[in-house]
């Protein structure tokens, strides 16, 4: 997640970049050490880019502007759209075979994003690197351990398809899916944070439940 602080700085940049660390600095009311501090982490984040600027007379100077990525990541919200799709093919579509046929198809299609970034044979090391990757799209989980460091854990702290899972819950099921599909293991939702948890955690099914999930 981006810092209150930080968010106000990449507002600004977006709206009126490029922009030297003095213009920033007289627009956000703030030391330049500040936003040298601010930049540092929003670079990192790959959110800002700074590039030399030659123009007119004097030395070029660095000036910063919102990346590709940040533009990506700030501008779509795709929220509304996704809720009406989903209630349109599962109220509409009658066939009962058609409409799992389409579920099928949505969980295989989301799975292919990640899959081709997921790499080596040990489930435990493709569930971190899946927790990674959606860590860097945004959305904030974490890998851990559990009984006694014994189960690797994948907790979701945010939920990309909160407003489409508060109206049916079949997304959460799709979602469990399609991480299977990517790590090459049966999982479970332990617990999930429309039942009031801090975070939605998906973890292994014992073997033989795991076995009997990835025949289906």
């Known amino acids: 997640m981006i810092e209150a602080a930080d968010r106000s700085l990449l507002d600004s940049i977006r709206r009126h970049g490029p922009l030297t660390i003095a213009e920033m600095a ?28 030659h123009g007119g007379r004097g030395r070029p ?20 759209l996704a809720v009406v799709l989903w209630d349109e093919m599962m109220r509409t579509v009658e066939d009962r075979k058609l409409r799992r046929f389409l579920f099928g198809r949505i969980t295989e299609r989301l799975a292919e994003l990640y899959r081709s970034q997921v790499t080596g044979d040990e489930w435990e090391g493709r569930l971190v690197q899946l927790g990674t990757i959606l860590h860097d799209r945004g959305v904030e989980t974490e890998v851990t351990l559990s009984g006694g460091g014994r189960n690797s854990v994948l907790k979701q702290h945010s939920c990309p398809y909160f407003e489409l899972a508060a109206v049916d819950r079949a997304v959460c099921a799709m979602e469990r899916k399609m991480f299977e599909k990517v790590v090459g293991r049966g999982l479970r939702l332990s617990q999930c944070r429309l039942d009031g948890h801090r975070s939605c955690d998906f973890e292994a099914k014992p073997e033989i439940l795991a076995a009997a999930a990835q025949a289906v």
């Open 26 to 53: 007289a627009r956000q009311g703030v030391t330049p050490t500040a936003i040298r501090n601010r930049l540092t982490r929003l670079i990192g984040s790959g959110m800002v880019e700074r590039r030399l600027e």
């Open 61 to 80: 100077r660095h000036v910063y502007e919102a990346s590709v990525e940040a533009h990506k990541r700030l501008g779509q919200n795709y929220a509304d």
